[in-house]
């Protein structure tokens, strides 16, 4: 089982509910496995001992947690379905305790005048966390959630969706483990932290096998080789 929890602030159009996009609003997304496909009864209790006791706090304002296939799973997430501009952030951090949920709330949650689009904890762990003897370089993910921020320049101002993820980036600093999942990081100019200084080593003894010429290392990613 994996979940997330976002707050989302998101924009008035026709497409999404309109209880959806009256304010702030709390998402919480995931996914539970059948142990043995065909078999919905284990992972339906499972939900449904996570879910009970949110939905016994007050109604879901949607409630759309059923079971389903793999293709599911994208669909639960709320992406849209075709490409759009973001400005956003994105760091690992621990398990948050003394006080990161509080720092969370306060720098991105309910009455913050926020203008993120979406700010979420994915969880971690799990397989994700540990080491596989048979991986490759980068074989396991050293946190126990991963933050993403995303804002609309098309909404807000880019300035003020920069200044807010600053804000939250320092809010959550006690708990930033220096590390970044590939693919969430937004811009170069924001921390890559995927690989460590061995991995990077690693990985750049790989590129000069295959590529020693640099015909592509101009595809990089910023602070993933010591050769660029």
């Known amino acids: 089982m994996s979940t997330s929890l976002r707050f989302m602030n998101l924009p008035p159009v026709p497409e999404i509910p309109p209880e959806l996009r009256s304010g702030t609003v709390v998402c919480v997304a995931?996914?539970?496995?059948?142990?043995?496909?065909?078999?919905?009864?284990?992972?339906?209790?499972?939900?449904?001992?996570?879910?009970?006791?949110l939905r016994a706090v007050a109604a879901p304002l949607e409630d759309t947690w059923a079971p389903g296939g793999t293709e599911a799973v994208a669909r639960a997430h709320m992406d849209p379905p075709g490409p759009v501009r973001v400005l956003g952030d994105h760091l690992l951090v621990?398990?948050?305790?003394?006080?990161g949920a509080d720092a969370l709330l306060g720098?991105?949650?309910?009455?913050?005048?926020?203008?993120?689009?979406?700010?979420?904890?994915?969880?971690?762990?799990?397989?994700l966390g540990e080491p596989d003897p048979a991986g490759g370089v980068l074989d396991h993910l050293p946190a126990a959630y991963a933050f993403m921020a995303a804002g609309l320049p098309e909404l807000h101002a880019p300035q003020a969706i920069r200044e807010r993820c600053a804000a939250v980036r320092a809010a959550l600093a006690p708990?930033?483990?220096?590390?970044?999942a590939p693919g969430f990081v937004e811009s170069p100019d924001q921390p890559q932290g995927h690989l460590d200084d061995g991995q990077i080593a690693a990985v750049d003894r790989v590129r000069l096998h295959y590529d020693p010429d640099g015909l592509?290392?101009?595809d990089v990613m910023t602070g993933t080789s010591a050769l660029v």
């Open 30 to 53: 995931g996914a539970v496995i059948a142990p043995r496909p065909g078999d919905r009864r284990d992972a339906e209790r499972h939900a449904n001992d996570l879910l009970g006791p």
């Open 175 to 180: 708990w930033d483990t220096g590390r970044t």
């Open 216 to 218: 592509f290392r101009a």
């Open 107 to 127: 720098s991105a949650g309910p009455g913050t005048g926020s203008p993120l689009v979406a700010a979420e904890l994915r969880q971690l762990g799990g397989a």
């Open 94 to 99: 621990t398990d948050l305790a003394g006080g």
